[in-house]
Nanobody, 121 residues
């Protein structure tokens, strides 16, 4: 069982920056992809950014150019640097990890507890 612990959420003004970090408690040997999802009130959870062990990186169109995902497989961490934050980025952000079979079969994988990001003036 992989446990994911997130940190770094908070309150920021529009145009500001935040960095989210996530550490997996288990070895990453079984983890193929790590990334971040978010869920705003009344909306479905959506992919924000994801990085695979093969170096494939995906971003939601709404964050491309503003957010950067980075992953350290040796340290079992994944981070999300968020810049030029907008009001619509307000959501609970969840760290996610998938095995290769989870990724191939489009299963949800493992989730962190979530961290709140609020963009407000």
């Amino acid at each position: 069982q992989v446990q994911l612990v997130e940190s770094g959420g908070g309150l920021v003004q529009p145009g500001g920056s935040l960095r989210l970090s996530c550490t997996a408690s288990d070895s990453l040997s079984n983890i193929y992809a790590m990334g971040w999802y978010r869920q705003a009130p009344g909306k479905q959870r959506e992919l924000v950014a994801e990085s695979t062990s093969r170096g494939i990186i995906s971003y939601a169109l709404s964050v491309k150019g503003r957010f950067t995902i980075s992953r350290d497989q040796d340290k079992n961490t994944v981070s999300l640097q968020m810049s030029s934050l907008k009001l619509e980025d307000t959501a609970v952000y969840y760290c996610n990890a998938k095995s290769s079979s989870d990724y191939a079969e489009r299963r949800s994988g493992y989730w962190g507890q979530g961290t709140q990001v609020t963009v407000s003036s």
